[in-house]
């Protein structure tokens, strides 16, 4: 069983910054990776994804100049940088990674995603 493990999550006041990890198996290394995030509420969205032929990222547009994703192959960890958090970004955020190639726009879906990990809440408030 694969198995993705996030880390980094916690309580952070608006405006505050706060930094995601997941590690995964390295069979995985090739394949397209996310974060996504469920709000109390409401449904799973995307927030950022990264393939392996589009390093540049594709961004939710609430999160735009604020998030920043990135992935470290030597370490197979994916991380997911926030900054300039804002309540609205409270939510259990997952990662994921999934068989699909090509530009992270195109495939930042979650139905494309393979596997999950279990998801860590993190909790803007002041």
């Known amino acids: 069983q694969l198995q993705l493990v996030e880390s980094g999550g916690g309580l952070v006041q608006p405006g505050g910054s706060l930094s995601l990890s997941c590690v995964y198996p390295?069979?995985?290394?090739?394949?397209?990776k996310g974060w996504f995030r469920q709000a109390p509420g409401k449904q799973r969205e995307e927030v950022s994804c990264?393939?392996?032929?589009?390093?540049?990222?594709y961004y939710l547009d609430s999160v735009k100049g604020r998030f920043t994703i990135s992935r470290d192959n030597a370490k197979n960890t994916l991380y997911l940088q926030m900054d300039n958090l804002k309540p609205e970004d409270t939510a259990v955020y997952y990662c994921?990674?999934?068989?699909?190639?090509?530009?992270?726009?195109?495939?930042?879906?979650?139905?494309?995603?393979?596997?999950w990990g279990k998801g860590l809440l993190v909790n803007v408030s002041s």
């Open positions: 994921a990674a999934g068989s699909v190639y090509g530009a992270a726009r195109d495939l930042c879906f979650d139905y494309n995603m393979d596997y």
């Open positions: 990264i393939s392996s032929s589009d390093t540049s990222g």
């Open positions: 390295p069979s995985l290394e090739y394949f397209a």
